[in-house]
Nanobody, 113 residues
Framework: QVLLVESGGGSVQAGGSLRLSCEASGSIFSLYDMGWYRQPPGKQRELVASITSGGTPTYADSVKGRFTISRDNAKKTVYLQMNSLKLEDTAVYYC???????WGQGTQVTVSS
């Protein structure tokens, strides 16, 4: 079982940046593919970025070129660097393994004009 704690969210103006972190527990974290998901207000949760156990990233078209996912297996942590933030990036962001298991509490990202 992997337990997840997300952090780093906040309120920023459009065009700004944030870096999210997700600290995991469990001895086999390095074996999992991991992803960052988000749930905008009133919408379904969606996968925006993923990274394989070997470090290969994949991005949704909506964030490609603006977001960067990375991982540090020694620290059992996954990161999401978010640049050039847009209003539509406003959401609660969650990390989880792929396929997903139990969810953490998420971290709120609010982008304003």
């Amino acid at each position: 079982q992997v337990l997840l704690v997300e952090s780093g969210g906040g309120s920023v103006q459009a065009g700004g940046s944030l870096r999210l972190s997700c600290e995991a527990s469990g001895s086999i974290f390095s074996l999992y593919d991991m992803g960052w998901y988000r749930q905008p207000p009133g919408k379904q949760r969606e996968l925006v970025a993923s990274i394989t156990s070997g470090g290969t990233p994949t991005y949704a078209d909506s964030v490609k070129g603006r977001f960067t996912i990375s991982r540090d297996n020694a620290k059992k942590t996954v990161y999401l660097q978010m640049n050039s933030l847009k209003l539509e990036d406003t959401a609660v962001y969650y990390c989880n393994r792929i396929p997903y298991g139990p969810w953490g509490q998420g971290t709120q990202v609010t982008v304003s004009s």
